[in-house]
């Protein structure tokens, strides 16, 4: 039972639904629990796995998970001696603990970007689906997302891009990406604005300045950008060292490193017309 209940924590934790175990730490008299018994609840308080024991317990204690999650608490020990009516009697400890799903990541369209984005995006902690846009599978992805939740469009060319992507901008989802030239984005963004969409999170091209040429390069530049907007970061360098600022005005000493040759000498710089 424990294994169901830990396999089921890990498969909604990777799906970013939140959930909250419950086990049983100390019971007296005859109640109908055991030390050790384990549960799983979710964000409603339904029952997702495992039991405290008997039915009524478990409806207790899922109310029980339910307040937690929604307080924020990460933990909380809750006792029970009423058991809706089950046989036995005594008390029962449970020990509540929440999780917070991963970060999701809704990818729409497929292709090798799509797959750069999966395996460096769970390699990173974000849940990671890819479904096309205008499916079944895309509208049942993106259903709930939040701040902490990102959706990238790889194809701008997609004949759904433009209702998929209204429905995003419409929810409470932290980062919406869409890849394409700057010759493509102005298109659909005019299209938005014209229906009222609202473009405040909208990032087109995606991704930041990283001169990624290759899929896993584009998908890096994506990721990071996905990262920094969703935790609220501007994306710069945290370098603290001062660059020099450059140009003809600062003189000779600003002027780039003369080239080395082989043998270690110095050798005069070039010089153009």
Known sequence: MSGDVLEALAGARRAGRPVAMGTTVRTEGDPPSAPGN??????DGSLLAGTIGCNGLDRRAGLDASALLGSGERSAIRSYTSFEGEPGEGVVEVFLEAFGGQPRLVVGGGGPVAEALAAIGELVGLAVR????G???????VDGLGPRDAVVFVDHDDPDLLPALTKVL???VGYVGVMGSRRHTPGFVAKLREAGVRIGRLHSPTGLDLGARVPPEIALSI???VMAATRGRPGTSLSIVERPEKGPEK???????APVDLLGAQLPPERHP
């Open 135 to 141: 499916s079944d599978g895309f509208t049942s992805a």
């Open 223 to 225: 990721l990071a950008e």
């Open 130 to 133: 890819a479904e096309p846009p």
């Open 38 to 43: 384990r549960a799983l609840f979710g964000l």
């Open 170 to 172: 419409g929810g409470e």
């Open 251 to 257: 003189g000779p000493e600003w002027a780039p490193e």
